[in-house]
């Protein structure tokens, strides 16, 4: 779940009244009684909800063709707007600002979206070539990050000094987003395609605990076959072990793909010019559009397809290391080049990078909580008060976060995060994975010192919970108020992965941050676990 301050799109962009309200705050004396139970709890300072005036954040377009400074967004918004140190294209100003009616908000050139969610991004370390999962990724901000990143770390380049053009593709990687809601995957697929995204991007309608397709299996193999369809000369021999093709063009037919001016045109990469010619990426221009295969949902909340469509590339040969998938999963969105994928399985297509950014109960963010004045407190505890309530959502975070760590290969990065400031939420969930997965997975601290912004102080996990993620006392009794009656080298181990959890994770709020409240942690997956 995207945090407060992030872009939306339809039925759930925030209104001018939202950002203009940002800085309302109301009296502790108006919150409900479960509420300040639920607070006081899990550590969390009332005062929080006190905070006014928090400043506004938004990223700035990294493409280069689309981009805006920091003096000229201020110019044309007529207000200070200040980088944030230590964060690339991240710019803080006043909360009362309509982003909506700017220009650089139509013409794409920012986006709205919180500075927690953007550190959270970073954290990955997105590199060229990086397959990325994004679990719970509706409505999209952290996704469009992501593959803004991957579109920006590659391109297209063109080398003018023969008599043909050679164009060089970049395999820049791809994203996968999944979110089990309908709607706010519209969301994200809108957001994709205003900003020309849609290239390196995939969606999933699925349950996030169950989720089981690996990164795109046979992308090299399929881009050649489609910029072959292009150029003759382009075929399976220009594959190089760096990931680049080479394709030598000649005549008209290419000109105009080759050749186009770059002054003031926005470029769009090759495999978008490819993929729009063989009319494969919904795109803004009248390419015709193909029906959509029609999909059932399994009861995991998998789409599958209720007839199996042909693939260009079933005939992939197979080693002992690839399977193949009994049926495969239609996505929800995908431009041809990818929605074609085999989906192989094997350790070797496992993601690079995953991101879980967990449903929870949203208490970090004032502008939420404002809301419920207005809704009405009773809805806020059957949603998230209810202990019932609790119990099942932190079941959940654990099950998206094992299956994050599943779907990642060894070595590679998993992040997690909240948008809550529960401890429950949050250190409880990092100290039990950390005991639950000794020796595959290792907590990796973020560097705060780049940061731009002041973290809060992490907290202590409950003790009851990590001797139950241990074994040392049954899961039934991790909620209880007794006192732990523990030997000494039990109360060592749990004092050590207390304080990795303190000092390894990261906490945003109000009060000590100036942003919402946020939580993350970044594990690095060391050891493969048959789960």
């Not at 989720?211 to 046979?218: G, I, T």
Request: aromatic fraction near 6%.
């Amino acid at each position: 779940m995207d945090s407060d301050g992030e872009e939306h799109s339809g039925t759930t962009t925030p209104s001018a009244v939202d950002i203009e309200t940002a800085a309302r705050t109301f009296s502790l004396d108006n919150l409900p009684s479960d509420f300040v139970t639920f607070l006081h709890k899990n550590d969390i300072d009332p005062a929080i909800y006190t905070v006014a005036d928090l400043p506004r954040y938004v990223r700035l377009n990294p493409d280069p063709h689309n981009t805006i400074t920091a003096e000229e967004l201020s110019d044309q918004l007529g207000v200070s707007v200040e980088p944030v140190p230590g964060l690339e294209l991240f710019c803080r100003l006043p909360a009362k600002v309509r982003l909506r009616q700017s220009q650089a908000y139509t013409e794409g050139r920012i986006f709205g979206m919180d500075l927690s969610s953007g550190i959270a991004v970073y954290s990955l370390d997105v590199q060229p070539g990086d397959h990325v999962l994004d679990i719970c990724c509706a409505p999209g901000a952290k996704l469009c990050m992501i593959a803004g990143q991957l579109t920006n770390s590659g391109g297209v380049q063109s080398d003018r000094t023969s008599s043909s053009t050679k164009l060089q593709m970049h395999i820049t990687g791809t994203v996968t987003g999944v979110d089990i809601s309908n709607h706010r995957l519209a969301t994200c697929r809108n957001l994709l395609k205003r900003h020309r995204l849609q290239q390196h991007a995939r969606l999933f309608q699925a349950d996030g605990t169950t989720f089981h397709v690996l990164r795109p299996s046979a992308l090299d193999h399929i881009r050649a076959k489609l910029l072959a369809g292009v150029s003759k000369a382009a075929d399976d021999k220009n594959l190089s072990s760096s990931g680049t093709v080479t394709i030598e063009s000649h005549g008209e037919r290419e000109k105009g793909l080759a050749n186009a001016p770059s002054s003031g045109v926005r470029r769009r990469s090759l495999v978008e010019n490819v993929s729009t010619r063989e009319s494969q990426i919904e795109d803004d221009g009248p390419v015709p559009k193909k029906p959509r295969i029609p999909v059932e949902n399994t009861p995991s909340g998998n789409a599958t397809p209720t007839s199996s469509p042909s693939s260009s590339s079933s005939n992939l040969p197979l080693s002992s290391d690839h399977k193949k998938p009994p049926s495969t999963t239609i996505p929800f969105y995908a431009p041809k080049i990818l929605r074609k994928d085999p989906q192989l399985q094997g350790e070797i297509f496992k993601y690079d990078k995953v991101i879980v950014d967990a449903e929870c109960t949203h208490d970090g963010s004032i502008a939420h909580i404002l809301k419920y004045e207005t809704w009405g407190w009773d809805s806020f505890h059957k949603n998230f008060m209810a202990q019932d309530r609790l119990d099942s959502l932190c079941e959940l975070q654990r099950g998206l976060l094992t299956n994050g760590f599943r779907l990642a290969k060894v070595g590679g990065t998993i992040v997690y995060s909240t948008c809550s400031l529960s401890r429950a939420q949050n250190e409880d969930i990092v100290a039990w994975f950390l005991a639950s997965f000794q020796g595959h997975a290792v907590l990796e601290p973020v560097s705060r010192e780049s940061l731009g912004v002041l973290p809060a102080t992490c907290k202590k996990p409950s003790r009851r919970v990590v001797a139950s993620a241990l074994g040392w006392i049954p899961s039934e009794d991790q909620h209880l108020e007794e006192e732990l009656l523990l030997t000494s080298e039990q109360e060592a181990k749990i004092e050590s992965l207390e304080q990795q959890v303190v000092d390894g994770c990261l906490r945003f709020d109000p009060l000590a941050s100036r942003t919402s409240g946020f939580f993350l942690a970044r594990f690095r997956k060391v050891d493969h676990m048959g789960i």
